[in-house]
């Protein structure tokens, strides 16, 4: 088989049925661990729930109901399949008349080794290991930013991986806002109903989801002006922050609700995403 072929033969498979419904389950998976993480923070905001609002937390919701390791492997294999399929996207492009450009390419690659990461981490605690449980992302965090800090011009670095994770939250809300997922969604297949109600979803939650990549990185920036790993916040003490703001608890509550309307939003992209 020439490298003609075998590129042919590896783009089939690329768009084939099967990395297609393996990108639905991805999203199907995504969708279940943020609603779970916005229901950890609704408790938390309404001065219940022991378990962090992060992705540890919500493993840890989940093994504790029946059938729940089950589901965890179920939850990783999920997000193993949406990491293959972004690779493929990464490769090849995506659909669309815009799906071969660079940029589109590059975040394909990066959301490749993202939800890579995500699925080892969902793995792992599916066969036990205690380091990716709840309250992980907070430690994580710190100690990624302390070592980072202890490179040539590591606070250098810290501060501009910060403000690129900023960055980031900004994007993801704007995109949110100007509706640009609708480009990837089959909205001709979908009534007026249930265009608006992905709307809500869709617009909601990616500002959530926005905001707190946005005081993510406003945390890490802080670490790094002053030179103190401590002040990094993983993804619980993050949004535990919003807990803390003059109008109390009430904005947690918007942002729990927020991040649960991500989770039916990526059921939504189960559902109608281009593939």
Not at 38 to 52: E, T
Not at 94 to 122: I, T
């Amino acid at each position: 088989m020439n490298a003609t072929s075998a590129t042919g033969t590896a783009r089939r498979a690329a768009r084939s049925d099967t990395m297609k419904y393996a990108a639905r389950a991805g999203f199907a998976a995504r969708g279940v661990i943020h609603l779970l993480i916005g229901a950890l923070a609704l408790q938390i905001a309404l001065g219940g729930g022991s378990k962090s609002a992060d992705q540890g937390g919500a493993l840890a919701e989940i093994a504790e109901k029946p059938f729940g390791k089950v589901l965890l492997w179920a939850l990783g294999i999920g997000l193993l399949a949406m990491s293959l399929w972004q690779l493929t996207e990464a490769v090849f492009g995506s659909v669309g008349p815009d799906g071969d450009k660079p940029k589109k390419r590059a975040l394909a690659a990066v959301m490749f080794v993202f939800y890579g990461f995500v699925s080892y981490s969902v793995l792992a605690f599916a066969v036990g290991s205690k380091s990716s449980g709840d309250g992980a992302s907070d430690k994580e965090s710190q100690d990624i930013t302390a070592k980072a800090m202890e490179l040539p011009a590591g606070q250098w670095l810290v501060g501009v991986a910060a403000l690129v994770v900023v960055g980031i939250g900004v994007g993801i809300a704007v995109q949110a806002i100007r509706r640009k997922y609708h480009k990837e969604l089959k909205m001709g297949e979908m009534s007026r109903r249930t265009r608006q109600f992905v709307d809500v979803t869709g617009v909601g939650g990616g500002v959530a989801r926005g905001l707190v990549f946005m005081v993510a990185g406003g945390f890490a920036v802080a670490a790094a002006v002053t030179f103190d790993a401590n002040k990094a916040k993983g993804m619980d003490d993050t949004i535990r922050s919003f807990r803390e703001t003059p109008v109390g608890p009430w904005l947690l509550v918007v942002l729990a609700v927020g991040l649960m309307l991500f989770g039916v939003f990526s059921f939504a992209m189960a559902r109608w995403r281009k593939l």
